[in-house]
């Protein structure tokens, strides 16, 4: 199986190109943001993604082990083909990606081409339980219970978050963008913060 190309592109297509390895030409499909780092005649090194079939081999190339490991992932999702996927990596960085399925944020991927609301729906649902969340929010110390009483750290902690993230996307920010805003001030001031610190925290951000 081939993992890595290196050589010198030969030519560049809309979603392809051909990597000149020793006088072998391979023909390497690719997401646009990929595409955009070659050059014709200049080298190149690509990780490869093969996939072999009965009547064909294809070989899907990404300029870091990050875009084709997101390109794994989203093959697995059912009706993802390595054509959507590619079309996905194509409007989207992997942290991109990363922060729409944290945030259950359909806009990001329903910009590609072949991912409709129903399909990107699916897309957030299943990847949703399979991803690290770097971003996620450490949840606070809670107090100890009184008389039976639940804790009331993380509820309020999360109602302030998503409250926050839902007066930001009024505003008009991506719900993406959004989270990663909030989830950030919350990180760094705590778990007791509340709706207005982060609003305004994650404002100042964002106007920076």
Known sequence: MIARLKGLVDSIATDSAVIDV???????????????????????????ETHVREDHIHLYGFVDAEQ????RRLTTVQGVG???????LSVAEPEALLLAILAQDKAVLVRADGVGPKLAARILAELKDRID??????????????NGAKPAG????????????????NLGYERSEAFAAVTRCQADLGGEAE??????????????
């Open 22 to 48: 020793n006088g072998v030409g391979y023909l390497v499909h690719a997401p646009r943001r990929t595409l955009d780092h070659l050059a014709i005649g200049q080298p190149a090194a690509l990780h490869i």
């Open 68 to 71: 084709r490991t997101w390109f």
């Open 82 to 88: 390595a054509k959507v996927a590619l079309a996905i």
């Open 133 to 146: 969340a770097p971003l996620a929010v450490p949840a606070p110390a809670a107090a100890a219970p009184v």
């Open 154 to 169: 993380v509820p309020a902690a999360a109602a302030a978050r998503d409250d926050a993230i839902s007066a930001l996307v």
């Open 195 to 208: 709706v207005g610190e982060l609003l305004r925290t994650a404002l100042k951000g964002l106007a920076r």
